[in-house]
């Protein structure tokens, strides 16, 4: 009986035991929840002021908003659409297609080579909750198309290096598009030319060795979706025609390999590095990316400043200026932002953070989680019936959503070792899902944030309408696009058709005026450079840009460039009028003087003759 009580005991110690050891760990991942939504909003409250918007006001004001669809402009949305921070999402989405539909009358349309401008602004489209297949004012513009497939009929799509490439992946990935047959640049043709590229160490970098940290992360992410797959691939490797017959997953681990113990130094790779984890169902803080003793988020960590913001680095780049080592910058923000947003997804079950598509079902989550136990299970029994069973819960999941299986890798291998035969599941086929769709701007900061409203053109905004119209600017650009867009999408358009006719006018007249305004940049350049060339005869020249200028509204004014040279020239003007009328002057002079002593001296001449007779 004592011994059967003290095994009781021991049993009943043990049960609380273990009790205490979920408990805490559950309670530390909450306080790792508290502590990434603390920062992410800190960031986020950084931004704000230094646009000077206060914390309770949208990020997405009119400042902003100037440069949606731009590289300073589209990668806080991504951050702070992913974890569905309430702002102004619809008026980012009227901007984008306002600045898309203007950028894409040039010829190099986004840009002439970056194919990663297309992928950029489809993401954080998706990210705001928009479709990146139907942008512009009339809704034709794809960009998926444009950036991906369709891409290397203006320039080859790996124009950029392995950027190009990943990106595009990304893209076509990020809501699971159907490619179309036949197109040059389809889900094999990237995954194959990415695998093609990688170097001898296994990572990867933007085209010619050595290896980056941040290029290799990049790739990872995008390699991600496709790290379950059995699919093998045969191809020559670029860097040193090695032939080659692997899995993505053989390459993904190649390149974990190289990233282990690399210490990125930096806000931008880290977070790249954070954010390839977190895609590839890995831990950010796991053991295997411990850097001299602090686990990735804490080296991020470090690079926060007081103010909220991230630097770049504690150390300063020549290459890139805006890397003080004691002042927080827009990039390393914006990256350290979705890189926070990363992991939060991850440690909430949620999509990873470039999946747009809608979050997991709680069947396909918890069908998930009960694979991942069973196979952790069968692992330790090393039982091949057992095996087999786990393989075929494995299978019934659906297999677009196979990648969220975290350690399937561990049973692919115990499966082979077992001789048991695999399916060669090509997931390529199971990404071809979507043709178009909206992207999810999933709740996972506030509460109660997002929730589909109804809208309508208020008196307000009729109110700011007729007071925008008086003055003809485009200081109002972004806000006439924003109620343009309010009324085009009104339950209550009738209403107000008026306003509606004026809104149009003001926006044309508004897009008149920036074109005066593009032609007298360029006419300042074409006719005042190089400035010390400049001569009395441009003085009509600048006369006519002056006058120009002068009848611009004064925020208008400031959008001239160099202006301050046109005045240069101006007072350089002046002074060579004045130059040459003192020239003149004193000419004149020394004519007069030279006249006037002739005469003088014929005049003396003539009196000593006179004298002599």
Do not use: C
């Amino acid at each position: 009986m004592k011994q059967i009580k003290r095994i009781s005991v021991l049993l009943a110690a043990l049960m609380i035991l273990i009790q205490l050891f979920f408990s805490s760990v559950a309670f530390a991942k909450d306080d790792l929840i508290d502590e990434l939504k603390e920062m992410s909003t800190e960031i986020i409250n950084w931004k704000k002021s230094e646009l000077k918007v206060s914390s309770d006001d949208n990020l997405f004001n009119n400042q902003f908003l100037e440069n949606a669809g731009l590289s300073s402009g589209d990668w806080f949305p991504l951050g702070i659409g992913r974890l569905g921070v309430e702002d102004d999402y619809d008026a980012y989405l009227a901007m984008i297609d306002e600045n898309i539909t203007k950028r894409y009358k040039s010829k190099a349309k986004l840009d002439r080579v970056k194919a990663t401008e297309w992928h950029r602004v489809a993401l954080a489209v998706l990210a705001t909750g928009g479709d990146p297949t139907q942008i512009g004012s009339d809704k034709s513009i794809d960009l998926i198309a444009d950036g991906t497939y369709k891409r290397s009929k203006e320039m080859d799509i790996g124009a950029q290096g392995t950027n190009g490439l990943s990106w595009g992946l990304l893209a076509l990935d990020s809501m699971r598009y159907k490619v179309p047959k036949d197109v040059s640049d389809s889900r094999e043709d990237l995954i194959e030319r990415i695998l093609v590229a990688q170097l001898e160490d296994g990572g990867f970098s933007l085209k010619l060795p050595p290896s980056e940290v941040d290029i290799t992360a990049m790739v990872l992410q995008a390699l991600a979706p496709y790290y379950n797959s059995e699919k093998t691939y045969r191809y020559t490797r670029e860097i040193d025609q090695a032939k080659r017959e692997v899995r993505v997953r053989d390459v993904v681990d190649e390149a974990l390999e190289f990233l282990k113990g690399k210490n990125p130094n930096n806000t931008e790779s880290l977070v790249q590095v954070i954010v390839a984890l977190t895609a590839l169902q890995i831990d950010p803080l796991s053991k295997a990316f411990i850097i001299e003793n602090k686990n990735l988020f804490e080296l991020l960590k470090e690079y926060q400043q007081a103010d909220g913001g991230f630097i770049h680095s504690d150390t300063y780049d020549e290459e890139n200026p805006t890397s003080l080592p004691d002042e927080s910058n827009s990039m390393a923000s914006e990256q350290a932002l979705y890189g926070l947003t990363a992991m939060l997804r991850y440690y909430t079950d949620s999509r990873s953070l470039y999946d747009f598509r809608s979050e997991k079902s709680s069947e396909i989550a918890a069908q998930i989680r009960n694979v991942e136990n069973e196979i952790d299970r069968a692992l330790k029994q090393q039982d091949s019936k057992n095996l087999e069973t786990v393989y075929d819960h494995y299978l019934k999941i659906p297999a677009e959503e196979r990648s969220y299986v975290s350690n399937y890798a561990e049973l692919s291998d115990a499966l082979i070792a077992a001789t048991i035969e695999l399916e060669i599941d090509d997931l390529n086929e199971a990404m071809e899902i979507n043709i178009s769709g909206n992207g999810s701007v999933t709740e996972l900061l506030n509460e109660s944030n997002n929730q589909s409203k109804e809208m309508l053109f208020t008196k307000a905004d009729a109110k700011r309408t007729s007071e925008l119209i008086k003055e003809t600017s485009t200081q109002f650009k972004v806000e006439v696009i924003k109620l343009l867009d309010v009324l085009n999408n009104a339950q209550n358009k009738t209403e107000f058709e008026n306003e509606l006719v004026s809104l149009k006018n003001e926006k044309i007249r508004i897009e008149d005026l920036e074109a005066e305004i593009d032609a007298l940049n360029k006419f300042i350049m074409t006719e005042l450079y190089p400035f010390e060339a400049i001569t009395a005869k441009d003085e009509a020249v600048v006369k006519q840009i002056t006058n120009t200028y002068n009848e611009l509204p004064e925020y208008d004014q400031t959008q001239i460039q160099n202006y301050e040279d046109v005045e240069k020239a101006e007072t350089q003007i002046q002074n060579l009028k004045r130059a040459k009328y003192i020239k003149n002057i004193g000419f004149s002079l020394v004519i007069f003087l030279s006249g006037y002593l002739f005469y003088r001296a014929k005049k003396r001449k003539k009196e000593k003759l006179t004298q002599k007779m």
